[in-house]
């Protein structure tokens, strides 16, 4: 089992920064795939980013490229999402996930994921 905690959402206005931290305890951290997605109301969860096990690779989708950078400490066990230039559209609840290595590349899908966290809140005003 491993268990997550997401921190650092809040209330941003547009243009703003915020930076998401997830802790993990449990299972060895460096052997899982790390996700974030999110999740608008009344609708489907998301994928925003993941990062490789080593921390190598890292995967965007497009909506937050050039904009969210994620990262990794593996002595902390501990992921990152560090958000810039916030829009409304960004307005979530942004949830961290584990995931072990089953496919050539890091998964950027849910069932790709085995842990989640129970998610933290963000609202960007316009």
């Known amino acids: 089992q491993v268990q997550l905690v997401e921190s650092g959402g809040g209330l941003v206005q547009a243009g703003g920064s915020l930076r998401l931290s997830c802790a993990a305890s449990?299972?060895?951290?460096?052997?899982?795939?790390m996700g974030w997605f999110r999740q608008a109301p009344g609708k489907e969860r998301g994928f925003v980013a993941a990062?490789?096990?080593?921390?190598?690779?890292?995967y965007y989708a497009d909506s937050v490229k050039g904009r969210f950078t994620i990262s990794r400490d593996n002595a902390k066990n501990t992921v990152y999402l560090q958000m810039n230039s916030l829009k409304p559209e960004d307005t979530a609840v942004y949830y961290c996930?584990?995931?072990?290595?089953?496919?050539?590349?890091?998964?950027?899908?849910?069932?790709?994921?085995?842990?989640w966290g129970q998610g933290t809140q963000v609202t960007v005003s316009a």
């Open positions: 449990g299972r060895t951290f460096s052997n899982y795939d």
């Open positions: 990062i490789s096990m080593s921390g190598g690779s890292t």
């Open positions: 996930a584990a995931g072990r290595r089953r496919t050539i590349v890091v998964g950027t899908t849910t069932p790709y994921y085995d842990y």
